[in-house]
């Protein structure tokens, strides 16, 4: 399983390599392409002026800014994919021609002067006319600093890779979903199977623990097992839809990886059982259900226990803190759901690591006989298991 694993972490290394690949050649190639673009249309502006310079010299040495000189040059703009407005000057002033009328030329003092606009570009285009018996007459032209037309389809295609590159990290991430839940299924199963005989030995350390409502040592029972699989079908998903929180199945085998993470780093970890005393359909615990994932703020960490309990593991808080937390959480259910008066509507029951190195099996044990303490307890509906570290590590020693 771990072969498959570290195969399947691969291949999505892989996919996510060629995906940033992808995003990264669509991105280069989009500001390569828009640079030639820009650079293409200079060489097409320049082009474009010599001709119609060329152009207005043939048609005013037959008569300038006749109505003959006029329509050529109207007709010359026209055909021009790049240049967007002329200015002629002659001996009697200057005379403007647009593609567009107002968008590239306006009126300064009765004299025609180009707009100046983002779109256009800073070169200068000036060319003087050398027409015989015309004195001071020249032509100037403003011209796109792009192709309107080329920036879109660019910026068309890169969409489309980038859209592919989205489109392959998708199904993949499908993909590794699809073929991930059997086999998280499986290891669930497998962790869940510690064995009586541990139970029954860290069990012979419990008379050097205490319950925090009651000075009386607590006796753990190695009789009862701990409930590790629900009355429902075999758990498909990461939630159960009967409330939308974890499956019970997979409570010791989240429990034990945040224990580790927990030891690893010599943070403190809360583990939380709580039971809905009176409730009445699956209806009501959904919406309880909802109400603890909106109070601790982590889905993924709540899983389903019994028939209308809830587990919560908390990792990185201690012991007083999860009673804090555990008490807030109390009142907030108590005053949304209905009780029998004199009576809790819900009893809860915490243990944590508190510095130990012990499984999840143990720590569910301790935290199960807090919450039937707290069942039949009459002064108190939340207590918590709490053991002394040291006289603990002292056990742990003595048995190795």
């Known amino acids: 399983m771990s072969k498959k694993n570290r195969s399947a972490s691969g291949f999505g290394a892989f996919i996510a390599a060629i995906c940033i690949i992808i ?9 390569v392409r828009i640079y030639l673009s820009i650079d293409n249309c200079k060489g097409k502006a320049e082009s474009e002026f010599s001709r119609i310079t060329a152009v207005a010299l043939q048609a005013g040495t037959q008569g300038f800014m006749n109505d003959r ?11 021009s994919a790049i240049l967007e407005a002329l ?7 200057e005379y403007a021609f647009e593609r567009e009328q107002g968008y590239a030329i306006t009126s300064i003092n009765n004299s025609p002067r180009f707009i100046n606009r983002f779109s256009f570009s800073s070169q200068t285009y000036y060319k003087p006319l050398p027409i015989q018996d015309l004195r001071n007459a020249n032509i100037k032209a403003v011209a796109r600093a792009f192709d309107y037309n080329e920036i879109l389809r660019i910026l068309k295609e890169t969409l489309l890779l980038i859209l592919a590159g989205f489109a392959i990290a998708f199904f993949t991430m499908l993909l590794q979903m699809l073929i991930g839940k059997p086999e998280k299924v499986q290891q669930t199963v497998y962790n869940t199977a510690d064995t009586k ?5 860290d069990s012979k350390e419990e008379n050097k623990n205490h319950f925090t409502a009651k000075e009386e040592t607590p006796k753990l029972s190695v009789e009862k097992e701990i409930p590790l699989k629900s009355d429902e079908a075999d758990p498909k998903g990461l939630y159960s839809p009967r409330s939308n929180i974890g499956w019970q199945e997979y409570i010791s085998d989240r429990l034990n990886s945040e224990l580790h993470r927990c030891s690893s780093t010599e943070n403190d970890l809360t583990l939380v059982l709580a039971e809905f005393i009176d409730l009445k359909n699956d209806e009501m615990y959904k919406q309880a259900a909802e109400e603890a994932a909106s109070f601790f703020l982590s889905r993924d960490l709540l899983f389903e226990y019994g028939k209308y309990g809830i587990a919560v593991i908390l990792p990185g808080i201690d012991l007083d803190t999860g009673i804090s937390k555990s008490e ?6 108590t005053e949304k759901f209905p009780h029998k008066e004199g009576k809790p509507g819900i009893c ?3 243990s944590s690591r508190s510095g130990r190195l012990l499984n999840a099996n143990r720590l569910t044990l301790e935290t199960r006989e807090a919450l039937e ?17 040291e006289k603990y590590r002292a056990f742990i020693a003595s048995q190795s």
């Not at 000189?69 to 055909?79: G, H, P, T, V, Y």
């Not at 303490?373 to 509906?381: E, L, Q």
């Open 69 to 79: 000189f006029i329509e050529q040059m109207k007709n010359a703009l026209s055909s």
């Open 197 to 201: 005989q541990q139970v029954e030995r």
């Open 373 to 389: 303490k707290a069942k039949h307890d009459p002064d108190s509906s939340i207590i918590a298991f709490k053991s002394d570290p």
């Open 348 to 350: 809860i029951g915490l």
């Open 87 to 93: 200015i002629i000057t002659g001996p009697e002033g």
């Open 23 to 31: 995003y990264i050649f669509a991105l280069v190639q989009a500001a």
């Open 328 to 333: 807030r959480f109390y009142q907030r259910i």
